[in-house]
């Protein structure tokens, strides 16, 4: 097998010059192909290549044209298709459900992608070569693994793997699942002999079904019981979500009108070591070179470093739970610091390491003795264990290391910090990150202050939130270019009322804090708050949650920029409803005037 090429090859010439009359495996995607760590194409492919196994890419084929899914032949072991690093309905659509106008994963941000790509690319592959196995893959397909409700249709809809014609779905990390699979089919086996491997999906026959031990299985109710009866689809999705742990997890079997779903326990995570070796594989950080016009999501990230992969923060609103998981992997140091001694290297390299981080950043280094061999605990958040090392002081050393390289500048964390993991003994740790990882603002996410929301969020008391901005605000005395807190806020969040978008507001008034980062809450697939607000139901205890729907959700994101002129009359329609007329007029305290402004 030849070394690693300096991009996956797209094209048969490219695949000749690399001594390759037939790939091992095709990997079709809705993105462009980005040579990033950060781009799940470009990962899975180097680690199938380390693996030996040679690997084509079809990125962003036009799926009306049979010539240009099978441009690169039939490959040897399995085509793997993915809609990309988003999910392609959250790609495509506004949480409004207006249409985007253009696609970041996209040379020059156009519309190449269909709308539930997944589904697309499987359907014509699957009609072009009927007797090559599919492995479908990506967040798309993670996260749509069960039933599950669509925000876009407005229904509950099958599993993906009871829809899509493909032999298996690797849902979270995919490296373990990808490599196994290969191995296998490699040494004869088929696609329906794949059945036990941790981090994998796959279909049973209802007759072979019915005649299985079902003992070892958790068998949520079917496709038809939780389309009809929210309670059976709240139950579901919590019998599910107790299974996302690798160690302690089981598997877990649901039926559909035509096949029963069968998924595995998660993968166990990638320790230390093999996650270095994946990040050091030799990505260039560019763009495929057929590639006349940008990728507008590469810049943002061309110069950023993963750390770490997985976040115990159990925000209902986030899937990471049931993607990465809740146990962190982090990388070394050493690692870490030579891939930015490599990006240091590059020509365009203007000395800013645009982000050192994970799916939040200070977690980096943050163990528990429990995870290696009981996995995170059942009955209890990470987050709120005082057994959970929280110590910063890893990511102080590599910080610290990271700013030495030669050629580096500035070093920020771009990713987000958990404010809650902060505290008061935390001093030197949030002194040390303002004097030198961020510019102007510090973004955080407290989403809400109202505590009733928050409960719903799964976040962190407004009492913890107004501690941290305290501690920030004693660093900002005697700067001459003082810092400013920038949070994340949400509007339309299951169990949030207009009174408590008011009370955000006025929270807003008086701490003046920017209010740019507001996000109308969007029910993506697998989350805790999706399936609240579809069922209206607290998954975990049965009890009913207010859910805002309709123009009270646009009524509530009009709240949080009240100082907007055009929101002018939604904001007074709120404050009426709310009872708060007292904040329509001009005391000081008052959120509009008693009369819109004129132009």
């Known amino acids: 097998m030849i070394g690693q090429p300096e991009y996956l090859p797209m094209t048969v010439a490219e695949a000749e010059r690399l001594g390759i009359d037939r790939f091992d495996i095709i990997l079709v995607t809705g993105d462009a192909y980005v040579d990033h760590p950060s781009f799940g194409t470009a990962l899975i492919g180097r680690v199938l290549w380390n693996a030996a196994y040679s690997v084509g890419v079809i990125a962003q084929p036009d799926w009306k044209s049979d010539a240009d899914l099978g441009r690169l032949g039939e490959p040897r072991l399995f085509f793997s298709v993915s809609a990309g690093n988003v999910d392609s309905l959250v790609n495509a659509f506004t949480p409004n459900l207006k249409r985007r106008s253009s696609d970041v994963y996209s040379p020059g941000g156009r519309l190449l992608r269909p709308d539930r790509a997944t589904l697309v690319y499987t359907d014509r592959i699957h009609a072009l070569f009927p007797k090559t196995p599919i492995v479908i893959g990506g967040i798309e397909a993670s996260l749509r693994r069960f039933a599950h409700y669509d925000y876009w249709s407005d229904s509950v809809r099958q599993s993906i793997l009871a829809d899509a014609p493909a032999d298996l779905l690797v849902f979270g990390m995919g490296e373990r699942q990808v490599v196994a699979i290969a191995d296998r089919l490699a040494a004869g086996e088929t696609a329906r002999d794949l059945t036990e491997i941790p981090g994998t999906a796959y279909r049973v026959e209802k007759k072979a079904w019915r005649g299985m031990d079902q003992s070892g299985y958790v068998v949520l109710s079917g496709y ?25 997890g089981r598997p877990v079997a649901q039926p559909h009108p035509k096949t029963v779903v069968v998924q595995n326990p998660p993968a166990m995570p990638l320790s230390g070591d093999e996650l270095d070796r994946v990040y050091e594989l030799p990505y260039t950080r560019r763009a495929h070179p057929s590639y006349t016009e940008p990728i507008p999501a590469l810049e943002p990230v061309r110069f950023s470093v993963v750390t770490h992969r997985g976040c115990f923060g159990a925000c209902s609103f986030c899937a990471l739970t049931h993607h990465q998981g809740r146990i962190i ?88 910090i958990r404010y809650d993991l902060i505290g008061p003994e935390d001093r030197e740790y949030l002194t040390e990150v303002c004097a030198h990882h961020v510019s102007g603002h510090l973004k955080v996410a407290p989403e809400h202050v109202s505590e009733r929301v928050l409960a719903s969020m799964g976040k962190p008391s407004r009492e913890a939130f107004d501690a941290f901005r305290e501690r920030f605000e004693v660093l900002q005395e005697g700067k001459k270019k003082r810092q400013y807190l920038v949070p994340y806020l949400m509007s339309g969040h299951p169990g949030c009322r207009i009174a408590d978008m008011v009370e955000l507001a006025e929270y807003v008034r008086d701490t003046g804090l920017y209010t740019e980062q507001v996000q109308d809450f969007t029910p993506t697939p697998m989350s805790i708050s999706t399936t609240i607000y579809h069922t209206g139901l607290d998954p975990f205890t049965l009890e009913e ?8 959700k646009r009524v509530q994101r009009a709240l949080m920029h009240y100082r907007d002129p055009a929101n002018y009359g939604l904001v007074c329609e709120g404050l009426r409803a709310a009872g708060r007329e007292d904040l329509i007029g001009s005391a000081w305290k008052c959120l509009v005037p008693a009369r819109r402004k004129k132009k």
């Open 224 to 248: 038809p019981e939780v389309k009809d009866d929210r309670y059976a689809y709240a139950k579901a999705f919590a019998m599910h979500y107790a299974e996302q742990d690798p160690l302690r």
């Open 329 to 416: 992997q982090s990388r070394s140091a050493d690692s870490i610091v030579r891939e930015v001694e490599r990006m240091a290297r590059m020509p365009e390299f203007t000395g800013v390491v645009q982000d050192v981080g994970g799916p939040t950043a200070n977690m980096y280094g943050i163990h528990c003795s429990r995870w290696e061999t009981a996995g995170t605990c059942p009955d209890r958040r990470c987050i709120d264990c005082p057994a959970l090392d929280r110590s910063h002081e890893e990511q102080v050393r590599l910080l610290r290391r990271i700013r030495k390289i030669p050629g580096v500048k500035r070093v920020f964390i771009a990713s987000g």
């Open 545 to 552: 949650v207010y859910v805002p729907i309709g123009r009270e």
